[in-house]
């Protein structure tokens, strides 16, 4: 029997499940070069193309796809099994990867998790900062981190946080030449800082809420961003109204920097929840990630 290069073949598997040389050389700590003399030789040994290549993408062949389907789980089951063999240590370890957006991460995931990973130096944390709806399964991270009503049914969800606010909130300078908003409507001749949802690629629509009345205000303004730090540098420049969870603006809200409007149009909603799937055997360490980030009453 010809004795294999088991490497080449994860290499492979990564490359095409990432679309990318790039990614994939950044994922298995090799570089560009190197990954792709392995892959050219696994053809060349195979004598069959396993991927076709553009200058833009990279994707499997009919042939690359058969292996791919074929080998690529069993790289997945000894990731899996090696990290069972943690279990067997004095203290947990290994890696947990969680997608999830910048906010809940600096206000929440941080510090929830210092204190666990002092404890317990041999665990380690990856995060994907990212406001895109990513397949946590077929991304192969152990979690994710979403508002409650985004979570496909099939995942396990956990409270992780407080009951949330939305807040529309302007510099007082924004509000010197224009008229305070007194209903959602009235946004709609105002100069409002947009968000671009990564998901479905369209603007987010603001949605408000009073006496169980529901409106949902699609804004316009000279501003677009797809992160909320460059939002609350606009509203703090005096650029519009940007609407956000309202610990966003907190501070400067407190100290005057922003004022906020429509307050009263603004209800509490379930907050962030970590979401995992049902099928998967979480290890040790991600279980006590999961237990250090559980919302407590």
Avoid at 55 to 82: C, K, M, Q, W, Y
Wanted: glycine share 6%.
């Amino acid at each position: 029997m010809v004795r294999r290069n088991l490497n080449d073949l994860l290499y492979f598997v990564m490359v095409a499940r990432e679309g990318s040389f790039t990614r994939a050389a950044s994922l298995l700590g090799v570089t560009q070069s190197a990954l792709s003399q392995a892959i050219s030789g696994l053809e060349a040994r195979l004598d069959i193309r396993l991927l076709t290549r553009t200058t833009r993408s990279v994707s499997p062949t009919a042939a690359g796809e058969r292996l791919l389907n074929v080998i690529g789980h069993h790289f997945d089951e000894i990731d899996a099994e090696l990290d069972e063999l943690t279990e067997m240590r004095d203290k947990p370890a290994g890696t947990v990867r969680i997608t999830c957006g910048e906010h809940v991460l600096r206000t929440t995931l941080l510090p929830k998790l210092a204190p666990l990973m002092l404890e317990y130096p041999d665990i380690k944390m990856e995060f994907d900062v990212n406001y895109g709806f990513r397949d946590i399964v077929a991304d192969r991270y152990d979690a994710g981190v979403r508002l409650g009503d985004t979570i496909d049914k099939d995942m396990i969800a956990l409270p992780i946080g407080p009951r949330l606010r939305m807040a529309a909130a302007a510099s007082p300078v924004y509000f010197d030449s224009r008229p305070i908003p007194k209903n959602p409507r009235d946004l709609i001749t105002h100069n409002c800082i947009n968000m671009r949802m990564q998901s479905a690629g369209g603007l987010y629509v603001w949605d408000f809420e009073r006496r169980g009345q529901t409106l949902n205000v699609r804004v316009d303004g000279q501003l677009i961003f797809n992160t909320s730090p460059g939002m609350v540098d606009a509203a703090l420049t005096g650029l519009g109204i940007a609407f956000l969870p309202e610990d966003e603006f907190s501070p400067h809200i407190a100290e005057g920097r922003l004022l906020r409007v429509l307050e009263d149009w603004c209800p509490p909603f379930p907050g962030y929840y970590l979401y995992y799937p049902s099928r998967r055997q979480p290890s040790a360490a991600f279980s006590l990630v999961a237990n250090a980030l559980r919302a407590r009453p």
